[in-house]
């Protein structure tokens, strides 16, 4: 079977001024219907322009795919004009963002929001498309939704504005929905009611949900599958129990690492020396290699493959050579 | 539940009304600017004389006869008549002004503002050349090519005065269009052109209110300044006109000039009043929450 929405070898670039930066490079990923896709890494690693460039939405210029291949049940996007763009957007493959204090415009009332992006796709009349805007409130669990659809963005919390524009979002009924750290502006708490809402959407709408985050816990609750990016490249990439479990790549396995178990009386925090490397400074060799362990002589020189090693698809030599 | 959100808050625009309607020198202007526009509108109805008419003896001082109650001028032409017949052109010039420069310059800095690399130095650069000219001797070339009249005039004072907003314009739509509720937009799937007009253009009104405002007094100075140097309409009476008609016999009779020039300058205050009002209004950092 092919896969919903199916990322192979992309490459993307971006204009700077040191030159043609690659953000990202030979990034394979997919999504299959009613999946949850798990995208994590630190900041930087190229979640977010994956997203964007899911959604055709990466500035161009600077930007520019240079290589690769997205489609969309079969559907070429890379290649796809803007007006077809257009269509797909918020109808097929829609995004939820980081910040929902900024991504909801603040001179409209949020039921006025939902219902154009209702109109946008659907040929309705304002007064039913503010109908079902108050219903979308009501099923992402916002109380009095008839009320609220009449409040401006800042007069909600935080928790509600994000289930606002998961509203927004599933307006259309769309088959992908990117959710780009949909709960890091979010207080603990609400961060829970934010994937149960998730969840339930996707049971209900049966959407496929591709998670960006950092938040390993957020991956072990939501995602089916785990791709760990590093440097604009995917460098592991399996089952989330698999990842979450036995990481095979160094880079994959600080993470976990790097996650501090509650009630294990540790005293130190755990953490992956030194920073991503910049972009512009990439050399032949694996861009983690300045800060892995289990580096030698070939990690300096060749970028290693993401190969499949039973159960995981890695990235790295030494998991290659059995080194540990 | 319902104690989460405060109810009290209404829409942005009804939030800006609150902070106006506290602001004491803004009513004042609004209060003046009505009276202006009460008296220019419906004060023929009370007050008989035709602006133009020769009634009395020239340069008849004020208070001298009670029918004339601001005197006559250098035809002894019927002041009071003049103001109140004068005024309607004066604002209707410097409100069609300001409508034509908000058009021309919040469409050239939206375009070169939302879409940037070369659609934004080809405007930019228009925009420039409009910019060095001297405005009032642009705007005395182009009423002086087309016969001078209401709506040439607007337009002259449109053309030459629009660089500003646009530039303004340009500068509110580089700040929001990188904000996240614009990418969000597009992540909906709408439209360039929707996304100009209803998504950044709401957002970069107050400024361009606040703008527009003064852009009225602005345009009610150059009607008047041009007016004054004879290129006013002859067939209109303006407040303008009147103070261009008399300015030669100002030290034989200060009042036909003097009275239209207070006129001016009250209308051009209350209007800067009610702007900088405005200003404060949509300035989040004076608001209290």
């Avoid at chain 2, 405005?278 to 950092?285: C, G, R």
Wanted: with cysteine.
């Amino acid at each position: 079977m092919t896969a919903l929405l199916d990322i192979k070898d992309l490459r993307v670039t971006f204009n700077t001024r040191y030159g043609e930066v690659t953000a990202l490079d030979s990034v394979a990923l997919h999504v299959n219907a009613g999946e949850t896709l798990g995208i994590v890494g630190e900041s930087g690693c190229g979640k977010s322009i994956t997203a964007l460039a899911a959604m055709g939405l990466i500035p161009m210029p600077p930007g520019r795919i240079a290589g690769g291949s997205i489609q969309l049940e079969g559907e070429e996007l890379t290649t796809a004009s803007e007006a077809r763009l257009r269509k797909l957007r918020g109808r097929e493959i829609a995004m939820i963002f980081q910040e929902p204090m900024t991504s909801l415009n603040p001179v409209f009332t949020v039921g006025q929001q939902i219902a154009e992006a209702i109109r946008l796709h659907q040929n309705v009349s304002a007064t039913q498309a503010f109908r079902d805007a108050v219903a979308l409130l009501d099923r992402v669990g916002i109380p009095s939704a008839a009320e609220r659809a009449r409040d401006y963005p800042h007069q909600l919390s935080g928790g509600m504005r994000q289930r606002v524009m998961i509203a927004m979002a599933v307006s259309c009924r769309p088959k992908v929905l990117i959710a780009d750290e949909p709960t890091t502006a979010l207080d603990v708490t609400v961060q829970a009611q934010i994937f149960d809402l998730l969840n339930e959407i996707q049971r209900d709408f049966g959407v496929a949900i591709i998670l960006i985050t950092h938040d390993m816990g957020a991956v072990s609750e939501m995602a089916d599958r785990v791709a760990v990016m590093y440097a604009g490249r995917v460098v592991e990439q399996s089952t989330a129990d698999n990842v979450l479990d036995m990481p095979q790549h160094p880079y994959a396995r600080g993470l976990i690492d790097c996650i501090p178990a509650l009630g294990k009386g540790e005293t130190e925090l755990k953490e992956i020396p030194g920073v991503v490397p910049p972009l512009h400074l990439l050399g032949a060799g694996c861009a983690f290699a300045d800060r892995c362990t289990l580096k030698n002589a070939r990690c300096e020189t060749e970028k290693p493959l993401l190969l499949n090693h039973g159960h995981h698809l890695a990235a790295c030599h030494a998991v290659e050579e059995g080194r540990r | 539940m319902s104690n989460m959100t405060d109810h009290s808050a209404e829409s942005p625009a009804l939030e800006a009304w609150r902070m106006f309607r506290r602001n004491i020198p803004a009513l004042f202007g609004v209060a003046i600017l009505a009276l202006i526009i009460v008296l220019t509108l419906y004060g023929q109805l009370f007050y008989d004389g035709d602006a133009f008419d020769v009634v009395w003896a020239p340069h008849e001082g004020p208070g001298v006869t009670p029918e004339f109650p601001l005197g006559t001028d250098y035809l002894g032409r019927d002041i009071v008549a003049g103001l109140l017949t004068g005024g309607g052109p004066t604002l209707a010039v410097g409100g069609a002004a300001a409508l034509i420069t908000m058009i021309i310059g919040i469409s050239m800095g939206a375009l070169a503002g939302y879409y940037g690399g070369w659609v934004d130095n080809l405007l930019m650069r228009v925009t420039e050349f409009f910019q060095v000219l001297p405005a009032l001797l642009f705007a005395m070339v182009l009423v002086t090519l087309f016969s001078p009249s209401l709506w040439t005039i607007a337009i002259a004072i449109g053309v030459v005065s629009w660089p500003q907003t646009a530039r303004l314009t340009r500068a509110e739509f580089l700040k929001i269009k990188e904000l996240e509720y614009v990418t969000a937009a597009r992540a909906i799937g709408a439209r360039n052109s929707r996304i100009i007009w209803k998504v950044i253009l709401p957002n970069a009104m107050p400024p361009l209110i606040v703008s527009a405002t003064l852009t009225i007094g602005v345009a009610i100075l150059f009607e008047a300044g041009l007016s004054f140097l004879g290129l006013g309409d002859p067939n209109v009476m303006s407040w303008g006109l009147m103070i261009g008609a008399n300015r030669e016999y100002i030290l034989d009779a200060w009042w036909p000039v003097t009275f239209p020039g207070l006129a001016i300058f009250f209308t051009v205050f209350a209007v800067s009043l009610i702007g900088d009002g405005l200003n404060d209004a949509f300035n989040p950092k004076l608001r209290e929450r």
